[in-house]
């Protein structure tokens, strides 16, 4: 693990590799380590970067104003990188479109794996699909809240829990626990957004872009997956992974991987 100075904030990173640079943006129930099984594939051909975000993992969280996407750029011009490609899961992948739609020519491809969007709404069959598997906790019992988080997004709304992998559940509440500590953390600092939002500008994603989603992931994070491929110039649409939720890099590593070296430049 690295730490480097970025607008301000002490960030940490896992870097491995030499080629052409990918930096992995983690999910909001995560933190860098859920990249843990793609770093060494992607290292044999690329320079790999597995980001912290400010204020989750090991990356400080200043009280001063800031935003993400600006922080990935910064991180790139700490490292001396003119451009890199961006693979995002959920969170991250938001966090790609909108580094990428804020600095169009520091992204090279951005390749989205379950990936939300900035400015998306939830409809109202995932908020019922929320109530009916999570219902109300408490935001400050964070090991009830990570348990419903994870429920909903790790087991998927389509599975059960003994579906899953019990060691995955296990990490992935254990990332979730710290993460919600640092969106707690984050809701008391001023975290600007992307302005417009990345949902009406799909278009403008003029790089290659390369869509993936679990096939039992919640049906807002697939219908995403079918409207950026739809709306931006060079997407291409994996097919859905079967026995996957919103994890995919975790829950199917040699599919990601797969995928992942194929396309990345």
Sequence with gaps: MTKIQVNGALLAYDEAGTGSPVVLLHAGIADRRMWRDQIAPLATRHRVIALDLRGYGESELPPSAFAHHDDVVGLLDALGLTSTALVGCSFGGAVAIDTALAHPHRVSALALLGTAVSGHEWSEQTNDLW?????????????????????????????EPADVDPDLVTFATEMDERALAAELALSAVD???????????????????????????????????????????????????????????????????????????
């Design 131 to 159: 109530e009916s598997l999570v219902g109300d906790v408490d935001p400050e019992d964070f090991a009830a809240t990570a348990a419903g988080e994870v429920r909903f997004w790790v087991v998927g709304p389509e599975r």
């Design 191 to 265: 975290v600007a957004e992307l302005d417009p939002p990345a949902i009406g500008r799909l278009a403008e994603l003029t790089m290659p872009v390369l869509v993936a989603a679990g096939a039992a992931d919640v049906p807002d994070i697939r219908h995403l997956a079918d409207r950026i491929a739809a709306e931006a110039p060079h997407a291409v649409r994996l097919p859905d992974v079967l026995d996957a939720a919103h994890l995919l890099p975790l829950e199917h590593p040699t599919h990601t991987n797969s995928a992942l070296l194929t396309f990345l430049p």
